[in-house]
């Protein structure tokens, strides 16, 4: 058995998130590999160590003194040491770093060094080695990661220290510079080494006790989700439910290998549990839905044009003069005479009027509709596939609350349905859906 703990930046961000750290991989010996990122915020008002090397950067970069900035990070590195007790010479990094601090230093040079001490110290902390990610994850020139090249090295410094400390959010390109991923991004590390090793599982840790049924901000106190799918995380996420990564999932996707977000603050607590197929005899839950998630603020498009169905130059050219104002389209409801096109209104706004007149130029429909103020919530379950009633259920419960729907998608391959509802039913809608389904029984 191997397990790949990836630890988030609020998992160490101080001496005694490290400590939890050490009881969470002493308590599991299949807990081998160990990927970190940058130490955190120790509470709200604290700066992530990422966002200061940032900061230093920028500092460097406009000419104005970096020195307060950098003497923070400094400390934040020799308290977590100190009081550990750890020997790491931290003294001599700092040193060759400051030297480094100039306009020729690469942005992204810098900022890998957060997660590369966190990673320092952490291995001498853990007893186990030290695998440094400029080794052994690559990228290509156009920042694409090479997959093929990557596994094939972590698998080999994994042959020479099998118990290893790995920093996230970072490789190198080929002729050896530094790249960092993007943001959160040592969650695609973790998973890449989990994929490299074959790993039985992959555990993201963080400081929520896994994936919540919806927004806390909006339901109170939702329940955690024990199963899911990465298919069905993949809709939560889209429609903006952020917990990790989205470039995560795919490596560990690929090898069937289960990823667990757990809490370093409460190891007691299982996490959500995502993977590729879950058996239902094991989740133990009948509820049709595993998540509810939303985005506010759409405009929707609505083009008629009587068989517009049967003419889809209409459709097609719709979609060009959007993809040439570079909008996203986020959904297309066809019907017989009409169809309706969802974009984000924050980048249509500017331009929707241009559009509209383009549209009735070159395209002359018999009318054109906007709505905006539209925001779309997603109920995603991947039972409602083979329960009849499903969708009954969500749209009654909406009716019998008054909740007035504007429109209807369902999601890909029937686990979500989506609506589309005025802004200011935003939350209601949630929150309505969200007590309509938990209503539900859950066997024990
Ligand atoms: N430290 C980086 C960030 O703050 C990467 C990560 O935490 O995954 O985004």
């Given at each position: 058995?191997?397990?790949?703990?990836?630890f988030g930046g609020s998992s160490l961000a101080g001496a005694e998130q490290f400590r939890r750290v050490?009881?969470?991989?002493?308590?599991?010996?299949?807990?081998?590999?160990?990927?970190?990122?940058?130490?955190?915020?120790?509470?709200?008002?604290?700066?992530?160590?990422?966002?200061?090397?940032?900061?230093?950067?920028?500092?460097?970069?406009?000419?104005?003194?970096?020195?307060?900035?950098?003497?923070?990070?400094?400390?934040?590195?020799?308290?977590?040491?100190?009081?550990?007790?750890?020997?790491?010479?931290?003294?001599?990094?700092?040193?060759?770093?400051?030297?480094?601090?100039?306009?020729?230093?690469?942005?992204?040079?810098?900022?890998?060094?957060?997660?590369?001490?966190?990673?320092?110290?952490?291995?001498?902390?853990?007893?186990?080695?030290?695998v440094d990610a400029a080794e052994c994850v690559f990228f290509s020139y156009d920042g694409q990661i090479?997959?093929?090249?990557?596994?094939?090295?972590?698998?080999?410094?994994?042959?020479?220290?099998?118990?290893?400390?790995?920093?996230?959010?970072?490789?190198?390109?080929?002729?050896?510079?530094?790249?960092?991923?993007?943001?959160?991004?040592?969650?695609?590390?973790?998973?890449?080494?989990?994929?490299?090793?074959?790993?039985?599982?992959?555990?993201?840790?963080?400081?929520?006790?896994?994936?919540?049924?919806?927004?806390?901000?909006?339901?109170?106190?939702?329940?955690?989700?024990?199963?899911?799918?990465?298919?069905?995380?993949?809709?939560?996420?889209?429609?903006?439910?952020?917990?990790?990564?989205?470039?995560?999932?795919?490596?560990?996707?690929?090898?069937?290998?289960?990823?667990?977000?757990?809490?370093?603050?409460?190891?007691?607590?299982?996490?959500?549990?995502?993977?590729?197929?879950?058996?239902?005899?094991?989740?133990?839950?009948?509820?049709?839905?595993?998540?509810?998630?939303?985005?506010?603020?759409?405009?929707?498009?609505?083009?008629?044009?009587?068989?517009?169905?049967?003419?889809?130059?209409?459709?097609?050219?719709?979609?060009?003069?959007?993809?040439?104002?570079?909008?996203?389209?986020?959904?297309?409801?066809?019907?017989?005479?009409?169809?309706?096109?969802?974009?984000?209104?924050?980048?249509?706004?500017?331009?929707?009027?241009?559009?509209?007149?383009?549209?009735?130029?070159?395209?002359?429909?018999?009318?054109?509709?906007?709505?905006?103020?539209?925001?779309?919530?997603?109920?995603?379950?991947?039972?409602?596939?083979?329960?009849?009633?499903?969708?009954?259920?969500?749209?009654?419960?909406?009716?019998?609350?008054?909740?007035?729907?504007?429109?209807?998608?369902?999601?890909?391959?029937?686990?979500?349905i989506i609506v589309g509802v005025n802004n200011c039913d935003f939350e209601r809608t949630i929150r309505?859906?969200?007590?309509?389904?938990?209503?539900?029984?859950?066997?024990?």
């Open positions: 058995m191997l397990k790949v703990a990836k050490k009881e969470i991989v002493e308590a599991d010996p299949s807990r081998m590999c160990v990927v970190v990122s940058a130490a955190g915020k120790r509470n709200k008002k604290d700066s992530k160590i990422t966002d200061l090397l940032y900061l230093t950067h920028a500092h460097i970069n406009y000419g104005v003194s970096h020195e307060d900035i950098f003497s923070m990070i400094e400390e934040r590195y020799y308290g977590i040491r100190d009081e550990l007790g750890l020997k790491y010479d931290l003294e001599a990094e700092f040193a060759r770093l400051r030297g480094e601090l100039n306009r020729d230093i690469s942005v992204d040079y810098l900022v890998s060094r957060g997660e590369y001490l966190t990673a320092r110290l952490m291995s001498e902390y853990l007893g186990f080695g030290f090479d997959y093929d090249k990557t596994y094939a090295a972590i698998a080999e410094k994994a042959v020479k220290s099998p118990r290893f400390v790995m920093p996230g959010f970072y490789g190198a390109l080929p002729n050896g510079r530094i790249r960092v991923m993007t943001r959160g991004g040592s969650d695609i590390s973790g998973a890449i080494v989990a994929n490299a090793l074959d790993a039985d599982i992959y555990e993201n840790w963080t400081d929520v006790s896994g994936i919540l049924m919806a927004d806390p901000k909006v339901v109170e106190n939702p329940r955690p989700i024990k199963y899911v799918t990465y298919q069905e995380l993949r809709e939560l996420s889209y429609m903006g439910a952020s917990v990790l990564h989205e470039e995560s999932i795919l490596p560990v996707k690929e090898k069937n290998i289960p990823l667990n977000i757990r809490n370093t603050n409460r190891p007691q607590d299982p996490g959500t549990m995502i993977m590729e197929n879950i058996d239902e005899n094991l989740s133990r839950s009948r509820r049709l839905i595993t998540g509810i998630a939303g985005r506010r603020s759409f405009t929707v498009l609505t083009i008629y044009k009587k068989h517009i169905s049967t003419d889809t130059r209409i459709i097609r050219k719709t979609l060009e003069m959007l993809e040439a104002c570079k909008v996203e389209v986020e959904h297309i409801t066809l019907g017989v005479d009409s169809f309706n096109v969802v974009m984000p209104t924050a980048q249509i706004r500017d331009r929707i009027y241009d559009v509209i007149s383009d549209i009735k130029r070159e395209l002359k429909p018999d009318r054109i509709k906007m709505d905006d103020n539209i925001a779309l919530i997603a109920s995603v379950g991947r039972r409602m596939v083979s329960v009849p009633g499903s969708s009954a259920k969500l749209f009654g419960a909406l009716g019998a609350n008054n909740i007035n729907i504007r429109m209807i998608a369902q999601g890909s391959e029937e686990i979500s309505t859906l969200y007590d309509a389904f938990m209503n539900e029984e859950e066997s024990k």
